[in-house]
Structures are given as structure tokens and as C-alpha cells.
């Protein structure tokens, strides 16, 4: 019984990515053939290598998103310390739901007027700083119960032993610290990488990021190319996913 | 014998709760004081003082005839020592009793380790994980990474507190062995009577934040709160019911 749920689960993971790789080397696909009338490169080449639009877009969210989840990485890790040995801890944390109680793209209008007026309404750095808003507090909460009184008191411990606040931090912390760290940077990529809404408003359409552009096509009704884009969209999580599992693989 | 650590006036005060009042405490050159309190009578707060992870909110803390309250905790080389041994989960055995060595950036680290390996009975377990240790197991490699810095004193907080009677007495004797081989000072703190006599040259106790230090060990047992003559008379009791 479990390997036939195993063997369902693996089908519903990879049927959509074979699918949509199909359908990325596909022209002319009509209802209710079965296959498409040709297998080309064509779609790939022309929006990879000759317009490259995909791959501009590609770098752009990869751009964007490993740049998110390294800054929530770091920025989380501090701030969720300070706020777990804080005593106001409970008020803080319940802070930090504010982001979750409201969707990212209510957010984005609510903020959109002093983006505009910095000038930050349709540049990466804008979307940068957007997702930030969004992303940070679902890191603090990921790394608030790694901060806990045996943390403190092993960095207290090397403290006596003679360790400056930095040794102590890159020798113990942080090695410590690492699924933490891990999960953070995995969960803030893949909320930056399926970021839509939040990213179209502030980025006004020019930041090209890929979940942009699968509905561009979409609306365009190019389906070949949207499932270019979907697929150039799962194959690196999937990539991480694997990274991921197998740092924690190693860790045990 | 010269005075090596004195309290003088010690208090702490969280918000409106006062912790520690008014505490002195005098403890000489290589001996070892034993530290009687129940649970929240202060004494970890105290202990942490002395180590500088606390500030006192009065008094001061001399240590060498020196004033070490705003000396940082790294400057002290005073080691404290919890309840949990507090491995580092990443490091080997070795790697855990070498940490403080590498801090210090000695030399010869890989002999000074394997001879406190050795010391401790603990040379076959160099390169085991902490998570492959028994708990008496890592509390000696605790012990030993805490030692090999040569620390001024040593402040041990209920370390044998999770462990059974029998692995308890065996440390209690290797505790004693190590810290009159290595000549230290130390402030050995227990709710255990027995283990506090076992332990301590000399015995002090606290309570509710107060602290009393014994002149000597008989003026403890004479003491009528200390528990030990209420300790003798149960046994005793317990004899004369058997015969």
C-alpha cells in the first residue's frame, strides 16, 4: 500500500514537469490530438539563445530571489536572536504575523506610495526591498525557536572558555544553527521565486521576473512558451530541494 | 592562606524581585567551596556573576585581589560548568576538549588533549560524537574541556545532577582527583548534602537570595537548618527499626 502511494505521490510530482517539458517542445498542439504535430527546439533557442528574454528573466529571478533569501538569512538570524531573549518576546513575534494576516499584494498598495516616491516603483531593487517586507518576518519566525535557553547557555559557555562574541558566533552558533539556516534560505527562495502579485505592482511589469512572465504568456495564449517558462520556474527549486535534502541527509 | 575569590556586598535585582541580597563569600587559594540551595534560591545567578555572563546590581567581585566586575566574561578564565555537559554537537570528544585550546591558539593542542583524554579514561573515545556518549561520558569530556585551559577557578552548577548514584559517586572522585592534581579553585554548587560535604573543603549555603558561609564544616553540621543532623537521626532511625 505504501509503495503504491509512493509511486501515486511520484506521479503527481513528475507528471506536471514531464508535461510541461512536452509541451516546451511542442508546436502546433491541438485538442484532441494526442501529440503535437511537431517537436522542435525552436521555443527554447529563440527565447533562451536568440531573443533571450527567458534567460534575462531567469537571471533576474534568480537574481532576486538568492539575494532575498541570503539577506533574510542574515538579517532574520539577528533580529529573531534580539527578539527571543527580549522580554516583550510575545508582542514581537505576534508582530510578525501582521505580513501573513495581510496577502503580500494588499501589502505592496498600502506601501506602493512611498515607493513611488523614493523612485524604487519599477526597478529590482523596488521588488527587492517589497519581497523583503514579506519575507523577513516568515524568517524571524522559522529561526525564533531555534533560540532557545540551551543556545544561550552554550554561547555563554564559550564565552568562559575565552571565546570573543564573533569566535563564539562562527564556531558554535552557526554550526549550530545550520538546518535553521537551511530551511530559511530554502523557504525565503521560494517565496521570492513564486512571488507574483506583490512583484508585478511594484515592479510595473518592467521587472521581468519568470512567474511574470508565464502569465504574460498566458494572457497572450502562447502556450509552448508558458510552459517554457514554467518549466525554466520548477526545475530550480526542485535542484534546491535536493541540496536541501541531502545537507540534512549528511547532517544526520 | 591568602584570600583568591571574595564577594563583597553581592546583590541582583530583576525588575522588582530582588535575587541575590547582600552576599559575601570568601574562598582560598585551591580549595573547593561546596554551594547548598534549593531551586530558585539564587545560586545560579550568583555563579553567573562570578563568571561576568551577569552584572550584580551591587557589590564586587575580587578575584587575586583584583576587581574583576567589568572585566568581560573571555577575560576571566573563570570556566562555568552546567548541569547538562553542554557538548558542542558538531565536535568529536577531541575536537569538543580542543576547542578552548584552539581559542587560546596554543600549540602541541593534539598532545594536551590526549593526555586530559587520557586523565579522563576517555582516550578510546576521542573521536565518538557527543550524541554517542553516555551522559557520565560527557560530562567528563565537559570536565576536560573545561580544564585543559587551566581556568583561575572553576564554577560547576549541579554537574552531576542528571546522572545515576553510581556513575555520580565515580565523578565525584574524579572530580576530586582532577581538581587536586590540577590544584584548583572551584565553587561546587549541589542541593545535595552529602555530595556537598563529599566535594567541599569548606560549605556554605543559600537561601532566598541570602547566603551563609560556614566556618568549618563542623560549625555545618552543627547548624541545626543545615539538615544533616535531621540526615543522621533518619539513618539512625532507619538502623535501630532494622535491628
Redesign the interface.
Known amino acids: 500500500m505504501n509503495r503504491v502511494l509512493k509511486y501515486i505521490y511520484a506521479c503527481l510530482v513528475v507528471f506536471p514537469v514531464i508535461f510541461l517539458m512536452a509541451m516546451s517542445f511542442a508546436e502546433k498542439w491541438r485538442f484532441p490530438d494526442f501529440w503535437p504535430e511537431n517537436w522542435t527546439f525552436k521555443n527554447w533557442s529563440s527565447s533562451i539563445f536568440g531573443q533571450g528574454d527567458l534567460l534575462y528573466s531567469l537571471i533576474v529571478s534568480l537574481g532576486i530571489s538568492l539575494m532575498l533569501a541570503s539577506l533574510v538569512c542574515v538579517i532574520s538570524f539577528f533580529v529573531s536572536k534580539e527578539i527571543a531573549y527580549s522580554k516583550y518576546r510575545k508582542t514581537y513575534m505576534k508582530l510578525t504575523l501582521i505580513p501573513y494576516i495581510l496577502s503580500p499584494i494588499i501589502l505592496a498598495v498600502i506601501f506602493q506610495y512611498y515607493f513611488a516616491f523614493t523612485s524604487l516603483t519599477g526597478k529590482i531593487l523596488g521588488v527587492l526591498i517589497a519581497q523583503l517586507f514579506f519575507a523577513l518576518p516568515f524568517g524571524i519566525v522559522i529561526f525564533n525557536n531555534f533560540w532557545n535557553d540551551k543556545i544561550l547557555s552554550l554561547e555563554q559557555l564559550t564565552f568562559t572558555l575565552g571565546a570573543t562574541p564573533k569566535e563564539s558566533l562562527l564556531k558554535a552558533v552557526i554550526p549550530l544553527s545550520k538546518p535553521a539556516i537551511i530551511l530559511c534560505f530554502f523557504q525565503s527562495f521560494l517565496v521570492s521565486w513564486f512571488e507574483y502579485g506583490l512583484t508585478r505592482f511594484i515592479g510595473l511589469g518592467k521587472v521581468k521576473t519568470l512567474t511574470v512572465m508565464v502569465f504574460n504568456f498566458i494572457n497572450e495564449a502562447n502556450v509552448f512558451y508558458a510552459a517554457l517558462a514554467c518549466v525554466l520556474l520548477v526545475l530550480p527549486p526542485i535542484f534546491l530541494l535536493y541540496i536541501n535534502k541531502k545537507a540534512l541527509i549528511l547532517k544526520q | 592562606m591568602s584570600t583568591f575569590l571574595e564577594l563583597q556586598n553581592i546583590s541582583k535585582s530583576f525588575d522588582e524581585e530582588t535575587i541575590l541580597e547582600d552576599v559575601n563569600l570568601s574562598l582560598e587559594h585551591q580549595k573547593t567551596l561546596s554551594l547548598i540551595g534549593a531551586s530558585g534560591s539564587g545560586k545560579t545567578t550568583l555563579l553567573?556573576i562570578i563568571?561576568?555572563?551577569e552584572k550584580a546590581s551591587n557589590g564586587n567581585v575580587v578575584l587575586n585581589k583584583q576587581n574583576i566586575n567589568n572585566l568581560?566574561?573571555?577575560k576571566?578564565?573563570?570556566?562555568?560548568l552546567?548541569q547538562?555537559a553542554?557538548l558542542?554537537?558538531?565536535l568529536s570528544a577531541f575536537e569538543n576538549i580542543a576547542?578552548?585550546l584552539k581559542?587560546?591558539k596554543q600549540k602541541n593542542i593534539r598532545n594536551t588533549v590526549n593526555a586530559m583524554l587520557e586523565s579522563l579514561g576517555m582516550i578510546e573515545h576521542a573521536e565518538k560524537m557527543p550524541n554517542q556518549l553516555s551522559g557520565g561520558q560527557k560530562q567528563r569530556i565537559a570536565f576536560g574541556?573545561?580544564l585543559v585551559?587551566k581556568p583561575q577557578l572553576l564554577l560547576l552548577d549541579e554537574p552531576f545532577g542528571a546522572l545515576d548514584p553510581k556513575i555520580r559517586s565515580n565523578m565525584q572522585k574524579l572530580f576530586k582527583n582532577l581538581v587536586v592534581a590540577q590544584g584548583l579553585s572551584s565553587i561546587f554548587v549541589t542541593h545535595d548534602i552529602k555530595e556537598a560535604i563529599i566535594i567541599g573543603d569548606g560549605i556554605a549555603k543559600i537561601e532566598k537570595g541570602k547566603l551563609i558561609q560556614f566556618e568549618s564544616k563542623q560549625s555545618f553540621y552543627n547548624t541545626k537548618s543545615s539538615g544533616v543532623q535531621a540526615e543522621i537521626d533518619f539513618w539512625k532511625q532507619l538502623k535501630n527499626e532494622k535491628e
Open positions: 553567573k563568571a561576568g555572563l568581560p566574561p573571555q576571566r578564565k573563570i570556566v562555568y552546567y547538562d553542554l558542542f554537537p558538531h576547542f578552548g581559542l587560546q574541556r573545561a585551559i
